[in-house]
């Protein structure tokens, strides 16, 4: 089999592409598959360019996608489905890749909506992508304001973060890489109480006001927040486990504490 023969346009493409994926290009992130390029359209992500298998690009469903993507990057590449196996961040390639441009993630740029009371989810080393993608997702759709992510935890754009949150990346206010004492102090300054989740809390998770301006400060997946860390906390939750189960996974952890503020605000609202 002759070897493919692709132009320098499309060869340079396919290398930024590999750069983005690998973390190499930090102002840019890799999105792949129609769902999720699908979703950055929704969210008007500003796209920077899109490789698409020349087998996709024939379906009905992709061309509607595709024609969407053409009026936002002028940078779009139809390629065989070996290319993009190259390119593809799975074992088995979805058809599409799209690079867009970073969202601004920094503390000037945070604005966790207009809300009375926000509701923060804080990611504090939290190192699986797996985990900080289910979290944004669940973090979403229980109606947080916003998430925080400190700089020893997992990019949540990453490509295996955003397959976990499924577009959630896209729509929620977030800021990274900030520093746990930062975001204490910036909890602080904005008159929100900041709650940890920890095994030897003394109160019920269900038991903790959850209606006001509150960040659920979740900590890393093996050894949980140190002792100083929830010392600067202003409230330490525990979940009750039965049987000789010691912890929960982070994110089942985090969807029970944010369902419970849930349950709270619907409440206050319906009342």
Known sequence: MKPEIITSRENSLLRRARAVRDGKIEESIFIEGLRLCEEAVRSALPIEAVIVSEELALKEKARALLSELEQFSDRVATVSEALLGSVSYTKTPQGIVALAARPQMDAAGFKPGQAVSPLLVVM???????????????????????????????????????????????????????????????????????????????????????????????????????????????????????????????????????????????TKIST
């Open 124 to 266: 504090h080393g939290i190192n699986n992508p797996v985990n900080v993608g289910a979290i944004l997702r669940t973090a979403e759709a229980a109606g947080a304001t916003g998430v925080i992510t400190t700089g020893n935890s997992s990019d949540p754009f990453s490509p295996k973060a955003l397959r976990g949150a499924m577009g959630s990346a896209f729509r929620l206010p977030i800021w990274t890489k900030a520093s746990y004492v930062e975001v204490i102090d910036w909890c602080r300054e904005s008159g929100i109480k900041t709650v940890c989740a920890d095994i030897a809390g003394t109160t019920l998770y269900s038991d903790v006001d959850w209606t006001g301006s509150k960040a659920l400060i979740m900590g890393p997946e093996s050894a949980g927040l140190s002792e100083q860390e929830i010392a600067s906390a202003n409230a330490v939750v525990r979940i009750p486990m039965h049987g000789q189960v010691e912890s929960l996974n982070v994110g089942v952890a985090a969807a029970i504490l944010l369902y419970e503020a849930a349950r709270q605000r619907a």
